[in-house]
């Protein structure tokens, strides 16, 4: 149990106690305005940590209970009727808190299970289990289970499974995990506003997550807005920074990214013009797991810009890349 949901429990119950009192009996005036404050800016708070932690019905049960016990602009009715609403809110509080206190998060061997479980089209069944842990996971605003949820809503369900792909949902749990700043959704989010899935097409948007998660090292996001740099897309045209972003993917391991950086090697944007580089980069990604015909297309390529090279330069470069491969596949990047 961590400090800060103590917290939470033990100033949402001092609420609770607050609402239970008034309701007893008569107060006098300034105790009224406190507890409508009290009361107020704990249901304000607490409609922001459930809103964080998915829990949509709960953050609008919150709100109205702000509006009403706000002491701004404040509803007037008669004390008997105020009473009621004291004493039904102070059980609710007092629910609310038990719930909060003792719910309890994925165990281990859950967790583990649904990682194991989560690629692949597997047994509805395990399907179905393996969302409903991380749903449980994700509403307690955990940001690893948030994207994962977000991910099993763009595969779906199978025959027997009625949870459908829904590309609204993933966009959804990944921006929960986004504003938590784990990397892996601002780069999910990303992808769905460059392609609009889930949400409106939005370059702008698509590349300020991309930039959250390149910041963070996320390599798909780095080449990513490696690729916007190139294209000028919703940025300004700049290879010099395509060529950054493409580097820091590519000594990541990043496929895409290393053959994007061979390319502007061998063209001589944003960087020097220089084959033996371009040959080192492009010697890496034919050397990856790819499909064939890609394979047989990238290899055609390479072998045109070793034409530039002298043997003992080409040499040099096809040594530099073994060696390259054997430490990153020792340590993955």
Not at 78 to 101: K, N
Not at 220 to 238: E, F, I, K, N, R
């Amino acid at each position: 149990m961590n400090r800060e949901r103590i917290l939470e429990v033990a100033l949402t119950m001092l609420g609770a106690v607050l609402l239970l009192i008034a309701a007893s009996d008569k107060q006098p005036y300034g105790f009224y305005m406190v507890l409508r404050l009290v009361i107020t800016v704990g249901s304000i708070y607490w409609a922001w940590r459930v809103y964080k932690a998915g829990q949509q019905a709960w953050t609008w049960i919150f709100i109205a209970i702000a509006l009403l016990m706000n002491p701004f602009l404040p509803i007037r009715m008669q004390r008997a009727q105020w009473e009621t609403i004291d004493l039904y809110l102070g059980i609710l509080l007092i629910g609310w808190s038990g719930y909060w206190f003792f719910r309890k998060p994925l165990t281990r061997q859950e967790s583990n299970f649904a990682r194991d479980m989560e690629q692949g089209r597997i047994w509805s069944e395990e399907q179905k289990r393996t969302r409903e842990w991380y749903r449980k996971s994700a509403e307690q605003g955990d940001a690893y289970a948030q994207n994962k949820l977000g991910c099993l809503y763009t595969i779906g369900g199978g025959k027997d499974d009625p949870a459908p792909h829904d590309d609204t949902q993933a966009a959804f749990w990944w921006r929960k995990a986004a504003e938590q700043g784990y990397a892996p959704a601002q780069y999910n989010l990303g992808a769905s506003y460059s392609r609009g899935q889930g949400v409106p097409q939005d370059d702008t948007q698509a590349a300020t997550w991309y930039r959250k998660a390149a910041e963070q090292g996320n390599a798909s996001a780095q080449c990513s807005l490696g690729l916007l740099y190139a294209l000028g897309q919703c940025v300004p045209q700049d290879y010099a920074q395509a060529a950054f972003w493409y580097r820091e993917a590519a000594e990541r391991g990043d496929a895409q990214a290393q053959f994007q950086l061979g390319a502007l090697y061998d063209d001589g944007l944003g960087v020097p013009q220089d084959y033996a580089e371009a040959y080192f980069w492009l010697d890496l990604v034919a050397a990856g797991k790819l499909d064939t015909s890609d394979s047989k297309q990238i290899s055609k390529y390479r072998d045109r810009v070793a034409s530039h090279l002298t043997p003992a330069d080409l040499s040099r470069q096809q040594e530099r890349a073994r060696k390259w491969l054997e430490e990153h596949q020792a340590k993955p990047q």
